[in-house]
T-cell receptor, first 112, second 113 residues
Framework: GESVGLHLPTLSVQEGDNSIINCAYS??????FIWYKQESGKGPQFIID?????DKRQGQRVTVLLNKTVKHLSLQIAATQPGDSAVYFCAEMGGSNYKLTFGKGTLLTVNP | NAGVTQTPKFQVLKTGQSMTLQCAQD?????MSWYRQDPGMGLRLIHYSVGAGITDQGEVPNGYNVSRSTTEDFPLRLLSAAPSQTSVYFCASSSAGVRYGYTFGSGTRLTVV
């Protein structure tokens, strides 16, 4: 069935380091992917998205990479800051519907 | 522009009680969805709607009903609350057409005792 999963449930980095959060997906029909950030007690917040016709997309301090061959998605955060501490979810959408399927999340902790 | 508004923020129910979780968006989004979030489970889709008068089931629809009489509102009804429905509930909305990320509300934390 459709599933989106994460390799690492937790990630701890030092302030200023770069962070990489990985995600695997299994639905070959997925054509749209999103990374969300969720801080404690809040709803998921859109970070960046990528469509299946792209391999890479950059935002402010964030980059998403998509490898359709191995069905892998990653989120890179440059110069990680304490405010980046949160749970990060990847989500995918595909086929003819607009249902968004989420992975289980990775907890990112940034140490000062 | 309030985005996606959910009420209430917190609720405690007794087993067997019914209630409605409210969700409203002011972005004229066609698509709306309800998710529940349990520890270690990520977000799971309960029900979704692609427009007024159209709803469909998601991954975990049992015990929940929805309706979409207007574009703005998408209430979630718990018919007979059970402890297994203790969770945090999120409503989200998105534009139709070109795929866009969903915008989420701040959530309703529900405890069923």
């Amino acid at each position: 069935g459709e599933s989106v999963g994460l390799h690492l449930p937790t990630l701890s980095v030092q302030e200023g380091d770069n962070s990489i959060i990985n995600c695997a997906y299994s639905n070959s029909a997925s054509d749209y992917f999103i990374w969300y950030k969720q801080e404690s007690g809040k709803g998921p917040q859109f970070i960046i998205d990528i469509r299946s016709n792209m391999d890479k997309r950059q935002g402010q301090r964030v980059t998403v990479l998509l490898n359709k061959t191995v069905k892998h998605l990653s989120l890179q955060i440059a110069a990680t800051q304490p405010g980046d501490s949160a749970v990060y979810f990847c989500a995918e959408m595909g086929g003819s519907n607009y249902k968004l399927t989420f992975g289980k999340g990775t907890l990112l902790t940034v140490n000062p | 522009n309030a985005g996606v508004t959910q009420t209430p923020k917190f609720q405690v129910l007794k087993t067997g009680q019914s209630m409605t979780l409210q969700c409203a968006q002011d972005m004229n989004h066609e698509y709306m969805s309800w998710y529940r979030q349990d520890p270690g489970m990520g977000l799971r889709l309960i029900h979704y709607s692609v427009g007024a008068g159209i709803t469909d089931q998601g991954e975990v629809p049992n015990g929940y009903n929805v309706s979409r009489s207007t574009t703005e509102d998408f209430p979630l009804r718990l018919l007979s609350a059970a402890p297994s429905q203790t969770s945090v509930y999120f409503c989200a909305s998105s534009s139709a057409g070109v795929r866009y990320g969903y915008t989420f509300g701040s959530g309703t934390r529900l405890t069923v005792v």
